[in-house]
T-cell receptor
Framework: EAGVAQSPRYKIIEKRQSVAFWCNPI?????LYWYQQILGQGPKLLIQ????????DSQLPKDRFSAERLKGVDSTLKIQPAKLEDSAVYLC????????????????FGPGTRLTVL | GNSVTQMEGPVTLSEEAFLTINCTYT??????LFWYVQYPGEGLQLLLK?????DKGSNKGFEATYRKETTSFHLEKGSVQVSDSAVYFC????????????????FGQGTILTVHP
């Protein structure tokens, strides 16, 4: 079974430029997450989708970050304009849809996109 | 809100040494607890998990016990190998009384482990 795919793997941009990241979750996984991992810190959730609907975007800086999941499969995360503090690894994760009683569902992570803002 | 605190790193050990990485948490309700590992150049992988108090998660020689009384989930391995060199993250997720998980993972800051031959 293919894992979570992300692209690009690395991106270097100047501040105030725009950038977009792409994620393709595991086939059949309805829930998709974007996490931001700043160097030396653990990942922090930016946004969670259930199919193509947003479940939690409370930590997403909406003045500059946006995300969409058209058709409930692939997702794109965009930053416009980028700031120096956006330098981080952006992780995409997915998990199966069904919430089975008493079961803890594992989240499967992609390799991440490392963004450097100069 | 929920939070996870890991011991300060990095940790450097010789091969076959005993490993402990401390993790404590703050959470309401019935959180499930995890250890994730991130090998160089790779994504996060689930190492082990525990869903209720006194559960012991184990995998690849690593173990961790869910201690509700001390709100801890320390990671241990009796004999580390060079191939265990990686970053280790403790994490939790909310769950209801029936053990069904929901929502986001909350991670600690990570501990870098380097094992020398």
């Amino acid at each position: 079974e293919a894992g979570v795919a992300q692209s690009p793997r690395y991106k270097i941009i100047e501040k105030r430029q725009s950038v977009a990241f792409w994620c393709n979750p595991i086939s059949g996984h309805a829930t998709l997450y974007w996490y931001q991992q700043i160097l030396g810190q653990g990942p922090k959730l930016l946004i969670q989708f259930q199919n193509n609907g947003v479940v939690d975007d409370s930590q997403l800086p909406k003045d500059r970050f946006s995300a969409e999941r058209l058709k409930g499969v692939d997702s794109t995360l965009k930053i416009q304009p980028a700031k120096l503090e956006d330098s981080a690894v952006y992780l995409c994760a997915s998990r199966p849809k069904l919430r089975v009683a008493g079961k803890v569902h594992e989240q499967f992570f992609g390799p991440g996109t490392r963004l450097t803002v100069l | 809100g929920n939070s996870v605190t890991q011991m300060e790193g990095p940790v450097t050990l010789s091969e076959e040494a005993f490993l402990t990485i401390n993790c404590t948490y703050t959470a309401t309700g019935y959180p499930s607890l995890f250890w994730y590992v991130q090998y160089p150049g790779e994504g996060l992988q689930l190492l082990l998990k525990a869903t209720k108090a006194d559960d012991k998660g184990s995998n690849k020689g690593f173990e961790a016990t869910y201690r509700k009384e001390t709100t801890s989930f320390h990671l241990e391995k009796g004999s580390v190998q060079v191939s265990d060199s990686a970053v280790y993250f403790c994490a939790l997720i909310r769950a209801n009384a029936g053990g069904t998980s929901y929502g986001k993972l909350t991670f600690g800051q990570g501990t870098i482990l380097t094992v020398h031959p």
